[in-house]
């Protein structure tokens, strides 16, 4: 992975608003995979049942998939994301997403999502498909 584009997607998300709200670390990232946390916060989190909104799921899920498809040093961006919600967190979990690349083309590539919490203890999948634009991001070079 080229070095300048890896440390653009570092800088990015830190410096990204709706990362910096959720508090969503990027934690490791290699060409096609990523890896990003969250402390689940009901505060801010929790739906009218009282459990994790499955949108903060989704964002923590989108986060690690946004960058693990940004690797490459093109632009891709998100044509389907389909997320099976396994079962809800506890309260001040910490959540980690890992997204890993299973198939690229030149136009797509695909990535399988997983989030556990601290215990390994599964609680979402997901399978993601991304458009790649062969278009440079604006933050590094191409490979």
């Known amino acids: 992975m080229d070095p300048v584009v890896k440390q653009s997607i570092f800088d ?6 709706f990362a910096q709200a959720l508090k969503l670390c990027l934690m490791e990232l290699e060409l096609g995979r990523s890896v990003v ?7 801010l989190m929790d739906n009218i049942y009282t459990r994790c909104h499955g949108g903060a799921l989704f964002a923590l ?3 690690a998939f946004e960058t693990a498809s940004q690797t490459h040093g093109t632009i891709a961006v998100a044509l389907n994301v389909n997320v099976t919600y396994v079962r809800p967190p506890e309260a001040g979990e910490r959540l980690r997403a890992q997204a890993e690349e299973v198939a690229l083309t ?3 590539a695909t ?6 919490n601290a215990n390994g203890d599964l609680i979402a999948t997901c399978q993601a498909l991304a458009y790649r634009t062969g278009k440079p991001v604006a933050f590094g070079a191409t490979s």
């Open 111 to 116: 990535y399988a999502i997983k989030v556990t």
């Open 61 to 63: 899920i989108d986060e």
């Open 106 to 108: 030149r136009k797509t």
């Open 37 to 43: 946390e969250m402390d689940y916060a009901p505060a």
């Open 12 to 17: 990015a998300v830190a410096q990204e608003p």
